[in-house]
């Protein structure tokens, strides 16, 4: 196999060897010993290629981490889908995790925290976005339990009611006109029962509305992560137009 083109990568530290089938190999100066022109033979070919495919997992990884603070399963996945096998991506990881470079309980720390300061989220969805990135779940719960005040939730579930109570409010007013449209055109009245009627017919269309409403809210809370006998409470607040503090 020949090299058609050889050159120096100031930046990266490392020659990039150009074969004459088109594939371009990364090698570190010891490995870069052959010229434009040389032919390299096949099994020395085989081995630089793997050396080479390691060099640029690396290269990769570095400059992912640079942006961003990365998990391990992230980082495993995204060497994978870039086409490196296996064997390069533990290696990749295993350097950059010994050196400091790789640090997953940094990023689940950081990930905590970003959430927890922005807010409007729970501790089960801050729990279940760890165990997505490969986080160890009893790590998580260990990391939540330093990291996140005992009373994060009861302040965040205050401010949603505070922040949202007149908006529900609305949305219930708009499912009880609904609800009374409805009701009316099943329900039959005697003329001689009409204020009666009038009366059983807004009590059972505000309940089922305050009912369907609460549901909404209630669900709504636990997506987002809260727990589910808070977010039923908070679900309550709201619909029976209680301040939440």
């Known amino acids: 196999m020949f090299v058609t083109e050889k050159k ?70 995204k060497l994978f889908r870039r086409g490196f096998h296996n064997d390069i991506i533990e290696r990749v990881v295993n350097e950059l995790t010994e050196k400091g470079y790789l640090n997953e309980e940094e990023s689940a720390k950081y990930l905590v925290l970003q959430k927890i300061s922005k807010g409007g989220i729970g501790t089960n969805k801050i729990l279940s976005l760890l165990i997505s990135k490969g986080f ?47 009701n009316r055109k099943r329900m039959e009245v005697n003329s001689g029962e009409k204020d009666a009627f009038n009366e059983r017919l807004n009590t059972l269309s505000l309940s089922q509305a305050k009912n369907k409403l609460r549901e909404k809210i209630f669900r709504k809370l636990v997506k987002a992560g809260f727990a589910i006998e808070a977010s039923r409470l908070t679900a309550l607040k709201i619909i029976n137009n209680n301040n939440g503090e």
């Open 136 to 182: 160890q779940k009893e790590r998580a719960i260990n990391l939540l339990k330093e990291i996140v005040p005992s009373n994060f939730e009861s302040i965040e579930l205050s401010r949603f009611v505070r922040n949202k109570k007149e908006f529900f409010l609305r949305e219930l007013n708009k499912e009880y006109e609904k609800t009374l449209i409805k």
């Open 8 to 77: 120096f990568r100031v930046k990266d530290g490392i020659y990039e060897l150009k074969l004459e089938d088109g594939e371009v190999l990364w090698l570190e100066m010891g490995d870069a010993i052959f010229n434009e022109g040389d032919s390299i033979p096949l099994k020395t070919v085989e081995f630089l290629k793997e050396k080479s495919s390691y060099l640029k997992a690396r290269h990769i990884a570095l400059s992912s981490l640079a942006r961003s603070d990365l998990f391990i399963k992230e980082l495993k996945d």
